[in-house]
């Protein structure tokens, strides 16, 4: 089966640290540049952050660069997300997502920063 499962999320207060994991099956994870995205409550989905297929570019939003670190693990099939220095405005669901387009994205996990 093709999917993506995103798990790591949590409870934090301002200025914590989490650290987010997606694990691919069912396609050639290390041929894909991956994505993380994330939604807030009652917004739209927010592009976070990329990491090329070799692992060698890697590309954030302004809102995280320098707070958050994207890599992966093409032997485990996995990508991850460090996220540091959390902020409330962090708080959403968190999607990894593959180039591919037909990788549907994961139920996605939940990070919620308290102020």
């Known amino acids: 089966e093709v999917q993506l499962v995103e798990s790591g999320g949590g409870m934090v207060q301002a200025g914590g640290s989490l650290t987010l994991s997606c694990v691919a099956s069912?396609?050639?994870?290390?041929?894909?540049?991956m994505s993380w995205n994330r939604q807030a409550p009652g917004k739209g989905p927010e592009w976070v952050a990329t990491?090329?297929?070799?692992?060698?570019?890697?590309w954030y939003a302004d809102s995280v660069r320098g707070r958050f670190t994207v890599t992966r693990d093409n032997g485990q099939k996995m990508s991850f997300l460090q996220m540091q220095s959390l902020k409330p405005e962090d708080t959403g669901v968190y999607y990894c997502?593959?180039?591919?387009?037909?990788?549907?994205w994961g139920q996605g996990t939940q990070v919620t920063v308290s102020s």
């Open positions: 990491i090329s297929h070799p692992g060698g570019l890697k």
């Open positions: 997502k593959s180039d591919d387009y037909r990788v549907p």
């Open positions: 069912g396609f050639n994870f290390s041929l894909n540049t």
